[in-house]
């Protein structure tokens, strides 16, 4: 960890002791967030510049150790306009805590719940976000894959702007297309089919390629006029896809006609995201040229998901493990 910290320090993160985060969050008077991991406070910097401050729970010392480790080295080393900025970080006997910036309209699962955004935003939203997937497994040496994509671990600016947060679960994964991992990892209805095995497995930046295609779904899904929990939402677009009703089932859903198409190609693109076979999955560049346009006839998808693999509409962490 000394060592980890010595090479940061000639990077972005700045090191702050625990006296100046009392000063910059006027004695943590203001908590916007709390989980398994810990607090977040608002606070702001002497020059007026506000920040989120993650104060994490000391409670198991080990698993706190590691999601520290894992978000100052992968966050300490990127730059991206849809990735959260790591400011700093508080590394002290008693309190270990990063400082990022602040995100003034929260978590993007809460923004769908709202359903206040119309299609063409949320579209944006969706390319911006595989924009920023895209820099971590394709422009970062070693490559960075979060492990835990969704809509709570994506923030959004004053402006909307996504920025994908939370990379307590984020493994750098050393010139190596693939990597082992004893311990399942994730969110269980964003969890790539590969990840949840009871043996030891081989994985890859495809794993983070699927929880974005969940995610896809969960978008589109956000647009429904009447949610019937009877029936598994991507279940249902694969099934109007392969008999050719998704143009009909996309206007019952509610969505308007002139947004038919950007739904449609959203639709597609999660579906060739979350094919069971991971080999079968685009690279995020690909998906953002998909979602771009650039990308013009998108293939068929060949076997998505897995038989009856997810039944719950429920989201569910099913590990804290932050093995390496």
């Not at 700045?14 to 006296?19: E, I, L, T, V």
């Not at 080393?77 to 400082?99: F, M, S």
């Not at 970062?140 to 600016?157: F, G, M, R, S, T």
């Not at 794993?207 to 956000?222: A, Q, R």
């Amino acid at each position: 960890m000394i060592r980890l910290l010595s090479d940061l320090a000639s990077e972005k993160p700045h090191p702050y002791s625990h006296a100046e985060l009392m000063k910059f969050t006027k004695d943590f008077s203001a908590l916007v967030g709390s989980g398994g991991f810990g607090n977040v406070y608002k606070g702001e910097f002497p020059n007026g510049v506000p920040i989120a401050i993650k104060v994490l729970k000391n409670s198991q010392p080990e698993l706190m150790e590691k999601q520290f480790a894992a978000e100052v080295s992968t966050m300490g080393r990127t730059y991206h306009r849809n990735l959260i900025k790591l400011y700093g970080y508080c590394y002290e006997a008693d309190t270990k805590a990063l400082i990022y910036e602040y995100m003034e309209n929260g978590a993007l699962d809460v923004i769908l719940k709202k359903n206040n955004l119309d299609m063409v935003k949320l579209y944006t939203i969706a390319s911006e976000i595989a924009q920023g997937i895209s820099y971590l497994h394709e422009s970062c040496y070693p490559q960075i894959i979060h492990q835990d994509i969704k809509p709570a671990n994506v923030l959004l600016d004053s402006n909307l702007s996504p920025k994908v947060t939370d990379f307590g679960l984020a493994k750098v994964n050393m010139g190596e297309s693939q990597f082992e991992q004893s311990k399942v990892k994730g969110t269980l209805n964003y969890m790539a089919p590969e990840v949840n095995q009871p043996n030891q497995v081989r994985l890859s930046c495809k794993c983070d390629v699927y929880s974005f295609g969940m995610m896809l779904f969960d978008i589109l899904g956000s647009k429904r006029k009447v949610v019937d929990r009877r029936f598994w939402f991507p279940g249902q677009v694969l099934e109007k896809f392969n008999t050719n009703q998704l143009d009909k089932f996309i206007l019952d859903c509610g969505i308007k006609e002139e947004d038919k198409d950007n739904a449609k190609r959203l639709s597609q693109v999660a579906l060739l995201c979350v094919e069971h076979n991971p080999v079968a999955r685009p690279m995020m560049s690909t998906v953002v040229k998909m979602l771009e346009g650039k990308i013009k006839q998108l293939d068929t998808p060949v076997t998505p998901f897995y038989p009856n693999y997810y039944s719950t509409s429920e989201s569910s962490s099913v590990s804290d493990s932050r093995d390496d």
